[in-house]
């Protein structure tokens, strides 16, 4: 069975840095996919950042690069994302999420993404 089990987030002033971890249990391959998505209240859940475990490809959305840095600990099987500069609009409930093979194209496609683990809430405010 996949588990997915996200922590770490909480509330930052702006500036602040966070760093999310995922621990991730039951894949039988290597050939998968671990993304973060944000959902705020009212929008569309957005992927936030991806990496692609046999290859180690990365994707980034465009508002966090060179703010976050996402990396894969093989031998703990976390995946983390270690958010910098962090602004008021980085505020949203943050999720781990994994899918087999994903395409490039489609990392930041939330439909590519077959596993999700429970979100957690980061708060970006003075």
């Known amino acids: 069975e996949v588990q997915l089990q996200a922590s770490g987030g909480g509330l930052v002033q702006p500036g602040g840095s966070l760093r999310l971890s995922c621990a991730t249990s039951g894949f039988t391959r290597d050939a998968i996919t671990l993304g973060w998505f944000r959902q705020a209240p009212g929008s569309e859940r957005e992927g936030v950042s991806a990496f692609r475990k046999w290859d180690a490809v990365t994707n980034y959305a465009d508002s966090v690069k060179g703010r976050f840095t996402i990396t894969y600990d093989n031998a703990k099987n976390t995946v983390d994302l270690q958010m910098n500069s962090l602004r008021p609009e980085d505020s949203a409930v943050y999720y781990c999420?994994?899918?087999?093979?994903?395409?490039?194209?489609?990392?930041?496609?939330?439909?590519?993404?077959?596993?999700w683990g429970q979100g957690t809430q980061v708060t970006v405010s003075s």
């Open positions: 999420a994994a899918g087999p093979s994903v395409i490039r194209s489609n990392l930041a496609s939330h439909s590519a993404y077959a596993y």
